[in-house]
């Protein structure tokens, strides 16, 4: 596998379930991030990962919870959510060398449709 | 507060016309980064260039070029000869130095008709 995986790349869920989002990067970098990608509406940056601790969180609710257990892989844990969450979920990761901002390479998305 | 804005939202040419795709930006950063995305079908953004502050040259890549002026907050992008397979939404977004948070804009669908 090369590049940024994600799995599953579709999910339906109901409102009272819980999954989670699965993300994987093979290119030996050092940041990882989420975002939420809905019609219409600019790229939201949910959550971002530096050497596997959190340093952002862009005041996403608590249904949403993320998870880093190493500089290649993040997760994303997802229970009682609302259709309005419905979305496509990016992962990106990106060197992180300097204190310059690096090109974020991303994964194909996970298309999440809540019912 | 930094934002992108890409007022065009839908664009279509035909096969072998040239396109620009317009971006403009605002920051209170003197030291900030430029991006462009493509987004196709499929899903996955594809990064196409990354351009700091401090460097107006316009930069060329095969069919591809942009425009960068500071004076105008600008930083479009133009496809020479466009082909089908550049069909996609493309990103502008903007980032400042030391906050690895990307500002995207609403993006711009770009559609070539054979």
């Known amino acids: 596998e090369t590049g940024v995986t994600q799995t599953p790349r579709h999910l339906v869920m109901g409102m009272t379930n819980k999954k989670s989002l699965k993300c994987e990067q093979h290119l030996g970098h050092n940041a990882m991030y989420w975002y939420k990608q809905s019609a219409k509406k600019p790229l939201e940056l949910m959550f971002v990962y530096n050497f596997k601790e959190q340093t952002e969180n862009n005041s996403v609710p608590s249904r949403f919870s993320p998870e880093c257990p190493n500089s290649s892989h993040l997760f994303l844990h997802l229970h009682t959510l609302q259709p309005e969450d419905s979305a496509l979920y990016l992962c990106?990761?990106?060197?992180?060398?300097?204190?310059?901002?690096?090109?974020?390479?991303f994964g194909p998305g996970t298309r999440l449709t809540v019912t | 507060a930094q934002k992108v804005t890409q007022a065009q939202t839908e664009i279509s040419v035909v096969e072998k016309e040239d396109v620009t795709l317009d971006c403009v930006y605002e920051?209170?950063?003197?030291?900030?980064?430029l991006f462009w995305y493509k987004q196709p079908p499929s899903g996955e953004l594809v990064f196409l260039i990354r351009r700091n502050s401090f460097d107006e040259q316009n930069e060329i890549s095969g069919r591809y070029s942009w425009n960068f002026q500071k004076s105008t907050s600008s930083f479009n992008f133009t496809i020479t000869a466009s082909q089908v397979v550049d069909s996609a939404v493309y990103f502008c977004?903007?980032?400042?130095?030391?906050?690895?948070?990307?500002?995207f804009g609403t993006g711009t669908r770009l559609t070539i008709i054979p």
């Open positions: 977004a903007l980032s400042n130095f030391g906050n690895e948070k990307l500002t």
């Open positions: 990106a990761s990106s060197p992180r060398r300097t204190s310059d901002p690096h090109e974020q390479y």
């Open positions: 920051t209170r950063d003197t030291t900030y980064y």
